[in-house]
């Protein structure tokens, strides 16, 4: 089992920035490769951003991309999201989520693919 936790979400006027966290315990964090999906008011979840075990390799939805960069501590066992000039429709539920990765090295944008989740962290940007 691999458990996550979130924080750093909030309110955030528009042009501004967050910086969310994401703990994960359980299991050997450099195992999983760590990705941040999003949830709007009655819409499924979307892709945001993953980041592959090792950190060599990064992907970003077009929506986000130039504005959001994603990182990893591995010594912290910690996924972040830093979200700069941040839009009203970046308003969201954001969740973390760990996908095991045998070594491979690889990246995965689908919802399914992910087997742990964490909470969720609100973020909302007003105008």
């Known amino acids: 089992q691999v458990q996550l936790v979130e924080s750093g979400g909030g309110k955030v006027q528009a042009g501004g920035s967050l910086r969310l966290s994401c703990a994960a315990s359980?299991?050997?964090?450099?195992?999983?490769?760590m990705g941040w999906f999003r949830q709007f008011s009655g819409k499924e979840r979307e892709f945001v951003s993953v980041?592959?075990?090792?950190?060599?390799?990064?992907y970003y939805a077009d929506s986000v991309k130039g504005r959001f960069t994603i990182s990893r501590d591995n010594a912290k066992n910690t996924v972040y999201l830093q979200m700069n000039t941040l839009k009203p429709e970046d308003t969201a539920v954001y969740y973390c989520?760990?996908?095991?990765?045998?070594?491979?090295?690889?990246?995965?944008?689908?919802?399914?693919?992910?087997?742990?989740w964490g909470q969720g962290t609100q973020v909302t940007v007003s105008s």
């Open positions: 989520a760990a996908r095991y990765d045998g070594g491979t090295g690889s990246i995965y944008t689908g919802e399914r693919d992910y087997k742990y």
């Open positions: 980041i592959s075990r090792t950190g060599g390799s990064t």
């Open positions: 359980g299991r050997t964090f450099t195992n999983y490769a």
